[in-house]
């Protein structure tokens, strides 16, 4: 097998390594649109929207006594209280307090936990499960296209009609779930577990529910939501709208993992296929640094230092204890110049001399794209994701910036496009670059 390692063997650096690589979107394997992606955008503020999740994150299934022990040894995470029906935001980081990955952990069983989202955290995890004395077993529900290769489906119903809609499709009133807690519902014979997470905060209400249940149930159940749902306003949810959610909600998806230097990251390098994710990786975006390590995040950037508990040992702890007390970059949001905005989608299309980088409609869910963003020319943090809702009203991106510059209403300028206008980038089409003027938004402008 060719590793990780041996790929960065023969290339300058992982900056020349990821930069080569041709431009890459995350991959979803369902519907782009079902009733268009502006009224499905509509239906999450408004009525509901039903997201299947089916298909496009890994499950990684942690089986054994010692399940709870590995999660605590690799996660900022407090275990303390973990166990069946509970469920948490894990983080992993590497030994110098630099995000790894994270994703959503499921306690289905007090010794069985799934861990689902993008591969990173969950790989690391494995691997620490192999080289260390845990009596765990892991089975890996790759993200497929068709449900047959999958073990479980997993359905996010979402917005202020939520609690109507399964009431109805179950038949009875919905058992008070806390929140990042799970219970059960009881759809069409079907038993279904259901995790609350709902983020839209409508008092007195379920407004977003997980649901999750054996492949095999996966029709029956969307077939009787679907139904029961069209009274209130339900609205299937595609990859478009589905990407173009972060604009929104400001998570962070795919932080580029802290893997690719040090030591003693070296054997996990070296564990690590080449043709993983983070093997594959493509990175872009206007800021460009030689350093990999000027693009990894620490868990306050990417708002998760709430997180961190040091009531026990874990990977990264001593690093992280030593930055607390540090300054560290603020998760904001950049509200797009419309005027800017609409050069931009204009000139890409129709100038032929000086097309500025185009723009995605409605977002862009790239791998690792990263963009300077600048007040009175001076360099104040990086701009990621952009996205347009019709909740926003706007395009928005989501930034890292430092903490002395994260003034609700502050004007900044975002520098779009490659520094070398998309030459040695594959799959970029040639272009300018140009600034985007926007401005600087502690909270959601859909908030």
Same mark, same amino acid.
């Given at each position: ?51 299947? $999740? ?33 469920? /948490? ?111 839209? /905060?409508?008092?007195? $209400? ?102 961190? /508990? ?61 963009? $300077? ?75």
């Amino acid at each position: 097998m060719v590793s990780l390692e041996n790929k960065l063997q023969q290339s300058t650096s992982p900056v020349q390594m990821m930069r080569v690589a041709p431009a890459a979107r995350y991959d979803f394997q369902y519907p782009a649109e079902h009733s268009g992606w502006l009224d499905e955008q509509w239906a999450w503020k408004h009525t509901a929207v039903l997201f299947d $999740q089916s298909f496009h994150m890994d499950d990684f299934i942690f089986k054994g006594p010692d399940v709870k022990r590995l999660m605590a040894d690799t996660g900022i995470n407090s275990f303390a209280n973990f166990g069946s029906n509970k469920a /948490k935001q894990f983080v992993a980081v590497n030994h110098d307090g630099y995000v790894i990955g994270d994703a959503i952990l499921f306690g289905f069983a007090d010794d069985e936990y799934h861990m689902v989202g993008a591969p990173m955290a969950g790989t690391w995890v494995t691997y620490q499960s192999e080289i260390g004395r845990y009596d765990v077993e892991v089975i890996r529900d790759a993200r497929a296209s068709d449900l047959r290769d999958r073990q479980l489906y997993r359905y996010q119903v979402t917005g202020p009609a939520t609690q109507d809609i399964l009431e109805k499709a179950q038949g009875s009133p919905l058992e008070p779930i806390k929140f990042f807690n799970m219970g059960q519902l009881n759809i069409a014979g079907k038993t279904v577990r259901a995790l609350n997470h709902g983020m839209a /905060k409508v008092p007195g $209400q379920v407004d977003g529910l997980e649901l999750m249940g054996p492949a095999e149930d996966a029709d029956t159940v969307l077939s009787a939501i679907l139904e029961a749902g069209e009274e209130f306003g339900l609205r299937r949810g595609g990859s478009r709208a589905y990407g173009s959610t972060l604009a929104e909600s400001g998570w962070f998806a795919l932080p580029v993992p802290a893997i690719y230097t040090g030591e003693k990251m070296k054997p996990y390098r070296e564990w690590l296929p080449a043709l993983s994710v983070e093997g594959m990786a493509s990175l872009d975006g206007s800021f460009v640094s030689d350093n990999i390590e000027d693009y990894y995040s620490t868990p306050w950037d990417l708002g998760y230092g709430h997180l961190i /508990k040091f009531d026990h040992d874990f990977i990264g702890r001593k690093a992280l204890e030593s930055m607390a007390e540090q300054p560290h970059r603020k998760k904001v949001y950049l509200e797009w110049n419309n005027d800017d905005v609409g050069r931009v989608l204009t000139e890409s299309l129709f100038n032929k001399e000086e097309r500025p980088r185009e723009i995605d409609v409605p977002g862009s869910v790239g791998m690792f794209h990263f963009d $300077q963003v600048t007040s009175g020319n001076r360099l104040i943090g990086v701009s990621w994701y952009t996205g347009y809702t019709f909740n926003n009203g706007c395009y928005v991106s989501l930034a890292l910036v430092d903490e002395a510059d994260a003034q609700d209403g502050a004007e900044v300028v975002v520098v779009w496009g490659e520094q070398d206008g998309g030459v040695s980038k594959p799959k970029v089409q040639p272009h300018v670059q140009t600034q985007i003027r926007a401005m600087l938004r502690t909270k959601s402008p859909a908030a």
